[in-house]
């Protein structure tokens, strides 16, 4: 069974393989959130189960209490319980497995990376006094770093590896589709004969593009920089970008087919994050075989394998930035075949023998 707050896009093809695979019963406390940038009806047609939403009773603005729990706690054959993080959900479940000795396990579903375990300051007071409440009682944790794993297996004893990736069989295009809108857009943007540099995330502070308009500035190559994506400080960036005189295009939010036509169109991803918890874009486009430089502050760094399918920076400098970039645009994928290190299905395949 898994009880998690919402269902995401970028969770949709792990919950479908819980459901398909593991025959798993999924719940959720709420419907979406406040300033969601996709649609609860697209997300729901992707899944091949009903998802099925408890009733809850709020505590505040951002804290609420499921309601109905032990209900569905009790139905015979339960054998583990994946909750998410160290949330009052979480505490609920526990509690209840102690009150009315249930026997399955608790997994906890958790996002940290290495960096904010190692930093500390992007955690509330209220996690890390959760996370030690919650760890004894705890089967075992799924994390999406594969270095936070490490980090709570040496210090725990538990932690599973799951990234936050795409089932790649899930996604299917018309034939010649990709290659086709890929196409237009290195036509449409000038991209032949120079190197493509591709920033895609929300247009926030946290996102550091200042510091990937910087490294740009200093390439003594020939590139164009493409930003796919919104948010409060484009208008800004975009002044930024032209004061540097960069030659910078903002295509503003993308998603499908038109999303993995960038990337494929691009030759280098730069993920510049102060701080982020996982980032899938970078699964994103290592399957369509763009190269990737990726913030060491970032879970998906541990998707980079250095010189094999691009390099990890420094966010806090643009002549790193810069340095990985060219680096990364030297690795050869002419046929554009995934640079992923793993399948989903492998990995899925590897947590589902430690789940057994």
């Given amino acids: 069974m898994l009880i998690g707050i919402t269902l995401a896009p ?17 719940h959720f406390v709420q419907r979406g959130f406040e300033g969601q940038l996709f649609s609860n009806e697209q997300v729901e047609a992707r899944s091949t189960y009903t998802p099925d939403y408890l009733r809850t009773l709020r505590l505040g603005r951002k804290r ?4 109905g729990l032990r209900k569905i706690l009790s139905r015979p054959g339960i054998r583990n319980v994946i909750v998410p993080e160290f949330s009052l959900l979480t505490l609920q479940v526990i509690l209840l497995k102690l009150l009315f000795r249930y026997r399955f396990g608790i997994i906890s579903h958790c996002d940290d990376s290495l960096d904010m375990l190692e930093g500390g300051t992007n955690f ?6 959760s996370r030690r409440i919650c760890m004894p009682f705890l089967r075992n944790i799924i994390l999406a770093d594969s270095r936070a794993a490490s980090w709570y297996r040496e210090k725990y004893g538990k932690g599973i590896w799951m990234p936050i990736i795409r089932d ?8 010649g589709a990709l290659e086709e809108a890929s196409g237009a857009i290195r036509k449409e943007y ?4 120079v190197l493509a540099v591709l920033f895609v995330a929300r247009l926030i502070p946290l996102k550091n593009l200042p510091a990937l308009l910087e490294a740009c500035s200093g390439l003594d190559i020939p590139f164009r920089l493409l930003v796919v994506g919104d948010g409060p400080m484009r208008q800004e960036w975009e002044a930024l970008a032209t004061a540097r005189n960069i030659p910078c295009h903002f295509l503003g939010r993308k998603n499908g087919l038109e999303l993995d036509a960038i990337y494929r169109a691009s030759d280098v991803l730069v ?3 102060f701080i982020e918890a996982f980032g899938a874009v970078t699964n994103e486009a290592l399957l369509q075989g763009c190269r990737c430089v990726i913030s060491n502050r970032a879970g998906s760094a ?15 400098s643009a002549e790193d930035i810069r340095k990985k970039i060219l680096l990364a645009a030297g690795i050869p994928n002419p046929s554009r075949a995934s640079l992923m290190p793993a399948t989903f299905n492998e990995l899925f395949s590897e947590l589902e023998t430690m789940l057994s």
């Fill in 124 to 129: 509330s007071r209220a996690h890390v006094i």
């Fill in 10 to 26: 970028y969770r949709v093809d792990f919950y479908n393989r819980l459901h398909d695979r593991c025959d798993c019963e999924i």
């Fill in 64 to 67: 609420c209490i499921a309601l």
């Fill in 190 to 193: 000038a991209l032949e004969g």
């Fill in 168 to 175: 790649e069989s899930s996604v299917v295009y018309p034939k």
């Fill in 302 to 316: 541990c998707l980079i394998a250095e010189g094999s399918n691009g390099f990890i920076c420094d966010p806090d």
């Fill in 271 to 273: 993920l510049p994050s």
